[in-house]
């Protein structure tokens, strides 16, 4: 599914299908900065965290890049306008600032960010992709956390490096995001079967939440939850040492139970026009969700 979706054809039909925007609004919280920050408002009153992901990615032009650094900058001073910083942080691509154009531009870009999460008193979270970029991403990181400490990264479970990379992030301060990864990686590079990724996933949290650092454990499967939980419970991990993150319009029940239990969890909103990368990776990760599309597809029909 992931090759079929880049192919223009199969993007052009996605992105004019009338349908698909009823879809979109399960996944992505709406197209504008007020719909980010009105989002924001109603998960924070429900007591749960967000990061907010301004959608777009691989931009191949400058102007583009700046104009998606800007958009970060407009919603984090929208965010501390409206009292929400303590509840609400970035998560940035990259790519959408501009990382295969020039290096030097995407880091200009990152820092311009946080200097904008500095002021509203909150954070970034560096999303990672394809695992072409992963070193250029792990350096950027590093050279953003030199003047921004709390610079937060991701890590992919399913990449065969993730384990010594937890093992070279889990010192003190360092937020590091585990996710299971949802780009379509070669075999000399990731692991294919599900399972493995999840024995991954289960080796990375030992080592996470075993080390010194702020773990962000981002999945939607219940027994990798579970043996998180069990796994700080048997670290005597305080609740605040670590939180829980899954994604906007997924298992959203099973969000507000977690925090009910006194949990922190944390819900990435995308927002913006530019869905269509972020659609197509949430549809390709589950049947369930193809089928939705194409219940929807019905319906309309
Ligand atoms: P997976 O999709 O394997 O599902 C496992 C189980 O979870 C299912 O069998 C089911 O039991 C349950 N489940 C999942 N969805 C459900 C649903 N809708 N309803 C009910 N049960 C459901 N990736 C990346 O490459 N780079 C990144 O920067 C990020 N960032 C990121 C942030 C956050 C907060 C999250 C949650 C995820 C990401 N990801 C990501 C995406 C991630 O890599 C992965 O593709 C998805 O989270 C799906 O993987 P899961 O761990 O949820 O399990």
Redesign the pocket.
């Known amino acids: 599914m992931l090759n079929a979706s880049r192919r223009s054809s199969v993007r052009r039909v996605v992105e004019h299908a009338p349908v698909s925007r009823s879809v979109v609004k399960r996944f992505v919280a709406g197209d504008s900065v007020a719909d980010a920050v009105r989002t924001t408002k109603a998960l924070a009153a429900e007591g749960l965290s967000v ?1 907010l992901d301004h959608l777009g990615e691989d931009t191949t032009e400058r102007a583009h890049a700046e104009a998606t650094t800007a958009a970060y900058v407009e919603v984090l001073d929208r965010l501390a306008k409206a009292d929400l910083s303590r509840w609400a942080e970035v ?1 940035v691509k990259l790519s959408a600032v501009g990382q295969a154009l020039d290096r030097s531009l995407a880091v200009d870009n990152a820092r311009e960010i946080c200097d904008a999460a500095s002021r509203a008193g909150t954070t970034v979270t560096l ?3 394809d695992h072409t970029t992963t070193d250029s991403t792990l350096d950027v990181l590093r050279e953003l956390r030199s003047d921004f400490p709390w610079v937060g990264a ?1 890590l ?1 479970s399913y990449l065969h490096r993730t384990e010594a990379d937890c093992a070279d992030l889990a010192y003190e301060g360092s937020r590091v ?1 585990l ?5 379509n990686e070669p075999e000399s590079v990731a692991y294919q079967r ?1 399972e493995q990724v999840d024995e991954s996933y289960l080796r990375c949290l030992e080592t996470l939440l075993r080390g010194r650092g702020y773990p962000m454990i ?5 027994k ?1 939850v579970d043996a998180a939980l069990a796994l700080a419970g048997e670290g005597r991990r305080p609740p605040s040492s670590y939180e829980l ?3 906007y319009g ?2 959203p029940d099973e969000q507000r139970r977690l925090v009910g239990e006194g949990r922190t969890v ?1 819900v ?1 909103v995308p927002y913006g026009s530019e869905w269509y990368g972020y659609l197509m ?1 949430r549809l390709a ?2 049947p ?2 193809v089928a939705f599309f194409l219940r929807a597809v019905a319906t309309r029909g």
């Open positions: 990061s998560s999303d990672m992709e991701v992919q995001r996710c299971k990864g949802a780009y599900r981002a999945t939607h499967d219940p990798l993150q899954m994604l997924v298992r944390r990435y990776r990760e589950r369930a969700n």
